[in-house]
T-cell receptor, first 116, second 114 residues
Framework: GAVVSQHPSWVICKSGTSVKIECRSL??????MFWYRQFPKQSLMLMAT?????????EQGVEKDKFLINHASLTLSTLTVTSAHPEDSSFYIC????????????FGPGTRLTVL | AQSVTQPDIHITVSEGASLELRCNYS??????LFWYVQSPGQGLQLLLK??????LVQGIKGFEAEFKRSQSSFNLRKPSVHWSDAAEYFC????????????FGTGTRLKVLA
C-alpha cells in the first residue's frame, strides 16, 4: 500500500513552453503533498507544500508564478512549470502524506524534465 | 530549526566489508528519522525509519540504524556490503507536527569495490 505515481516519468520540451507533472496517490487519500526538486548529484530541495483545496505554500526562493501547483483532489496534485527554460531542467519528485495524521511521506518515482 | 548533516559526501568500501553511514540531526523534540536510498535516475526507496521505541531499527536489504539521542545521531549500518548497494543514501528528519515537512541531508554516495 501507500503507492505514489508520477506522470510523465520523463519529458523533453522546448524553451518557453509549459509542462505539467502529475502526482497521484494510488491507494490512499493524501491531504498534503509535497514537491521537491533535485539537481544532479545533490539532495532534494523542498519546493512547496500543497494541501487539498487550498493554495500551496512555497519555500523561500521558489517562484510561485513559475511553478504552479494545484491540489484539487485528495489523490492528485499537479506541478506546472510555466515558460520553461533550460535552467528549469531537473528531477522533480513528489510525495504524499498518508491521511491527516500520518508521520511519513511516500515518494513518487520522479519526473526528469529537460528543457531544450 | 531542524537540520540534518551527513558528514561523508563519498564513501568507498570493498564488497563484503562492513559499512556505516553517519547522520546527525538537530531538532528540539523527538524526531522522526528516515534513511532512503537512490540509484541513478531513480526515485527514493525507504530503507528504514524510526518513530519511537526500540532504538535499533531493522530495515530492508540487511540495513539497520541506531538512534542515539545523546549524540543526536541515526547512523546506518550494514555488516557486509554487496556491489548492488552502490547508490546515494539520504538521511531525513521529519518534524512530526504541523505540515510535517522533511529535511534531507546532503547525501552520501557509496561506491563498492569488487
Amino acid at each position: 500500500g501507500a503507492v505514489v505515481s508520477q506522470h510523465p516519468s520523463w519529458v523533453i520540451c522546448k524553451s518557453g513552453t509549459s509542462v505539467k507533472i502529475e502526482c497521484r496517490s494510488l491507494d490512499f487519500q493524501a491531504t498534503t503533498m509535497f514537491w521537491y526538486r533535485q539537481f544532479p548529484k545533490q539532495s532534494l530541495m523542498l519546493m512547496a507544500t500543497s494541501n487539498e483545496g487550498s493554495k500551496a505554500t512555497y519555500e523561500q526562493g521558489v517562484e510561485k508564478d513559475k511553478f504552479l501547483i494545484n491540489h484539487a483532489s485528495l489523490t492528485l496534485s499537479t506541478l506546472t512549470v510555466t515558460s520553461a527554460h533550460p535552467e528549469d531542467s531537473s528531477f522533480y519528485i513528489c510525495s504524499a502524506r498518508l491521511g491527516i495524521s500520518g508521520n511519513e511521506q511516500f515518494f513518487g518515482p520522479g519526473t526528469r524534465l529537460t528543457v531544450l | 530549526a531542524q537540520s540534518v548533516t551527513q558528514p561523508d559526501i563519498h564513501i568507498t568500501v570493498s564488497e563484503g566489508a562492513s559499512l556505516e553511514l553517519r547522520c546527525n540531526y538537530s531538532y528540539g523534540a523527538t524526531p522522526y528519522l528516515f534513511w532512503y536510498v537512490q540509484s541513478p535516475g531513480q526515485g527514493l526507496q525507504l530503507l528504514l525509519k524510526y518513530f519511537s521505541g526500540d532504538t535499533l531499527v531493522q530495515g530492508i536489504k540487511g540495513f539497520e540504524a541506531e538512534f542515539k539521542r545523546s549524540q543526536s545521531s541515526f547512523n546506518l549500518r550494514k555488516p557486509s556490503v554487496h556491489w548492488s548497494d552502490a547508490a546515494e543514501y539520504f538521511c531525513a528528519v521529519g518534524t512530526g507536527s504541523g505540515t510535517y515537512q522533511y529535511n534531507f541531508g546532503t547525501g552520501t554516495r557509496l561506491k563498492v569495490l569488487a
